[in-house]
């Protein structure tokens, strides 16, 4: 017997209405046999209806049709390479003085450099998340020698 937490993508709970829409089952039993089986993961009933439409005007495809307008993920290899050189020009720079460089949007460069490219802002600094052990090891060596500069 399956979980009753069980995971499936859009395009197969959409095959699943597909394929019980196409045995004739009504559109109440197919959503509680989706809610039965998939629980909290099954498509709201608002979802099964809208693609049980689109099914009776004769779909067959049930993947996202294309949309026009921007794609929704401005993250492009270039203006990922954008950024990342110019944060390595100057690693104190700010999301809107990179933007304002750059002309990428500030809402755009936030996750480019968070996500892509790894990094969080510590104290006025941009870093890499992750240190390898040179970095670390880098860092100690600095710290300690303030420390023994402040202590003269």
Known sequence: MLENNVNMDKFEKRSVIKYLFLKGISDK???????????????????????LAEFKRRRNNVEDEHRS??????????????????????????????????????????????????MKKVSTRWVPRILTDEQKQNRVDVCTDRLCRLQA
């Not at 110019?86 to 996750?111: F, S």
């Open 69 to 118: 307008g921007r794609p929704k993920d401005a993250g492009s290899i270039e203006n990922v390479q954008i950024v990342n050189d110019t944060l390595k020009e100057d690693i104190h720079l700010t999301i809107r003085h990179i933007a304002e460089t750059t002309d990428i949007r500030a809402i755009t460069v936030y996750p480019i450099v968070s996500d892509y490219l790894g």
């Open 29 to 51: 039993a197919i959503h509680d046999d989706m809610l039965a089986t998939l629980s909290d993961n099954a498509p709201a009933y608002s979802v099964l209806k809208s693609w």
